[in-house]
């Protein structure tokens, strides 16, 4: 079993949906959670990240963990052709993070 | 530019080349991190300093590559001999050195490709 595992994709939605990418990791401990976005031939780049039970909004993004599930998502509102991107699920444990392959979104105009 | 830089940003070597890669942190972050991702997955964990000292290697790093951050800023990435398997995207982290919560940020990464 991996430690971090993501829906598949790729998950393709019309501009101004909202996309629901999924995330679900093996180690209960875990504490710190991150939502990085990265797009093709780039580098990941930290867009949120999570630590207590609930939900977290940052602007258009929010994210929502449940540890006794052992699961986070993202959910993206009112989807935007610039968040065509690679979304990666990142789960830290004492120092280092572990990823999950990422979900590809495109949002079609 | 105050973010994670790293040098080159391309490199192109031939099988049993060595190469050498460098990162330079945030400068306020005393955490670095080696990643090394491949196409179609995630990022994985290479190694990690804490200022100079070399605390974790992944079972991924092999004897052929070595890193070192020799006083405690910047960081290079060393490997002998390449393979094939090497061709990778290898990427730099940073992040600050106290506190439960410490975000990771990555610098442009360093593609590499072994002919």
């Known amino acids: 079993q991996k430690e971090v595992e993501q829906n598949s994709g790729p998950l393709s939605v019309p501009e101004g949906a909202i996309a629901s990418l999924n995330c679900t990791y093996s180690?209960?401990?875990?504490?710190?959670f991150f939502w990085y976005r990265q797009y093709s031939g780039k580098s990941p780049e930290l867009i949120m990240s999570i630590y207590s039970n609930g939900d977290k909004e940052d602007g258009r993004f929010t994210a929502q963990l449940n540890k006794a599930s052992q699961y986070v998502s993202l959910l993206i509102r009112d989807s935007q052709p610039s968040d065509s991107a690679t979304y990666l699920c990142a789960v830290k444990g004492d120092y280092k993070l572990s990823f999950g392959a990422g979900t590809t979104v495109t949002v079609r105009a | 530019d105050t973010g994670v830089s790293q040098d080159p940003r391309h490199k192109i070597t031939k099988r049993g080349q060595n190469v050498t890669f460098r990162c330079d942190p945030i400068s306020e972050h005393n955490r670095l991190y080696w990643y090394r991702q491949t196409l179609g997955q995630g990022p994985e964990f290479l190694t990690y300093f804490q200022n100079e000292a070399q605390l974790e290697k992944s079972r991924l790093l092999s004897d052929r590559f070595s890193a070192e951050r020799p006083k405690g800023s910047f960081s290079t990435l060393e490997i002998q001999r390449t393979e094939q398997g090497d061709s990778a995207m290898y990427l730099c982290?940073?992040?600050?050195?106290?506190?439960?919560?410490?975000?990771?940020?990555f610098g442009p990464g360093t593609r590499l490709t072994v002919t």
């Open positions: 982290a940073s992040s600050r050195g106290t506190g439960a919560r410490l975000e990771q940020y």
């Open positions: 180690d209960r401990g875990s504490q710190s």
